[in-house]
């Protein structure tokens, strides 16, 4: 591939950016065509778990028991999570569910359109992540409002919003634990006294809000149980090896080397150990691509190293991807990575590959955990060696997208 070619794929991405009609009409619209098909054919059984999570709240019913004759498996949500389904509980079942998984992609929309980038960017981010969002939103879950709360975390700390960042931390935290990376963004506050005592405003006000539904004894409960019932699924997905879940790091390697009992902290302690090592270069942390990187990386960590991860949790990951590649030089390697990448993360999956592929690669193998694993590794470098401060310093700057004009 030679560099025209390279600069004519680069100059489509451009072209398809700049339709910002485009980019409405794929978003929400395969948002839309993704939560209806689902629910035409009746699998709305994540949504029927988290409604009801409202109304064994308002019961003071167990929240973290199986209820078969409502839904099949078990709410793993925090209490919390009884006021965000709200607004939808009432509702029929079906509009309620389609209401759900449609403001999931606003509220994910809303949160690229906040990111320290220029415009044409994040319309190339959002264009690159419409496959998987209309997959996540068959699957009525919360990973579109986590991954929305963790980029929306960011982009108020960078803006010097703290006490809505620190809400952001606390109600992603307390519905459902992945929210807690949020806290990785608190040295580039400005007012860290400010950030901390939000957290435990808001710490104080999530915990205590339920109780206006139900009972302090009730809620007090409920956390203990619902940390039972995460270390019992953590445990669960740890022994399975074949399925749809530990769709993450430990599971590829688990699947790709033969070794179903590899312990998970094998894999855990190096991860942590590898993203700390980020912080050595805080010194440059008003380095807006420093910054960027440091989001990425944040999103794709508990995706990557959560044995709860399955194949609509990388709605969290996929826009680190995304945002990485806008921040590139337009070069063969980044576009080869870019393909693969989009490949095994929003495709490999779907109809678009073969049933074999998916029976006997993807789902087996977690190969959706691949290029994610890869590019986190690769941030972790450039960071670590320094390699982004060769880089412009305002991404936007970058010599990443080439003028429509061009095409």
């Not at 509009?95 to 998984?101: C, D, E, I, R, S």
């Not at 992945?178 to 405003?201: E, T, W």
């Not at 806008?326 to 980044?334: D, E, G, L, S």
């Amino acid at each position: 591939m030679n560099h025209t070619a390279v600069q004519s794929k680069r100059n489509l991405l451009t072209y398809l950016g700049e339709k910002e009609w485009l980019i409405m009409f794929l978003w929400f619209g395969l948002a839309f065509i993704g939560a209806i098909t689902e629910i035409s054919r009746g699998n709305i059984n994540n949504f029927l778990i988290f409604k009801n999570v409202f109304f064994h709240l308002i019961h003071q019913q167990p929240l973290y028991i199986e209820y078969p004759q409502e839904y099949y498996d078990v709410n793993l949500y925090g209490p919390v999570f009884s006021l965000v389904i709200a607004p939808f509980a009432g509702l029929e079942t079906k509009v309620g569910a389609l209401l759900w998984a449609m403001t999931g992609a606003g509220v994910l929309y809303y949160a690229i359109r906040q990111l320290p980038l220029n415009r044409l960017q994040q319309n190339i981010i959002l264009l690159l992540c419409t496959q998987e969002l209309m997959g996540a939103s068959g699957w009525f879950q919360m990973n579109q409002f986590i991954g929305a709360f963790i980029i929306l975390t960011f982009a108020s700390i960078v803006k010097g919003k703290d006490m809505l960042a620190a809400f952001l931390i606390v109600l992603g935290t307390l519905t459902k634990i992945y929210g807690i990376v949020g806290l990785a963004f608190f040295f580039f506050s400005g007012n860290p006294r400010r950030l901390i005592g939000g957290l435990f405003l808001w710490g104080a006000i999530l915990f205590a809000a339920p109780m206006l539904l139900s009972s302090p004894q009730y809620v007090v409960n409920s956390y203990f149980e619902w940390y039972g019932a995460l270390v019992h699924k953590n445990a669960l997905n740890e022994a399975v090896t074949t399925t749809f879940q530990n769709i993450s790091a430990g599971g590829f390697i688990q699947r790709v080397l033969h070794l179903p009992a590899l312990d998970n902290m094998y894999i855990l302690v190096p991860a942590v150990l590898i993203f700390l090592s980020q912080y050595i270069r805080l010194p440059y942390r008003y380095n807006s691509r420093y910054r960027l990187y440091i989001l990425c990386s944040v999103l794709m960590f508990p995706v990557l190293f959560s044995s709860s991860s399955e194949s609509p949790t990388y709605i969290i990951a996929i826009p680190a991807i995304c945002i990485w590649y806008v921040m590139q030089p337009a070069t063969r390697a980044n576009n080869i990575f870019l393909f693969f990448a989009i490949l095994l993360v929003s495709f490999s999956h779907s109809d678009v590959v073969t049933p074999w592929v998916r029976k006997n690669l993807a789902v087996p193998y977690a190969l959706k955990a691949l290029p994610c694993l890869v590019l986190w590794l690769m941030i972790a470098w450039e960071i670590f060696t320094k390699q982004f401060l060769k880089k412009p310093a305002k991404p936007e700057a970058a010599p990443a997208l080439a003028p429509a004009g061009q095409l």
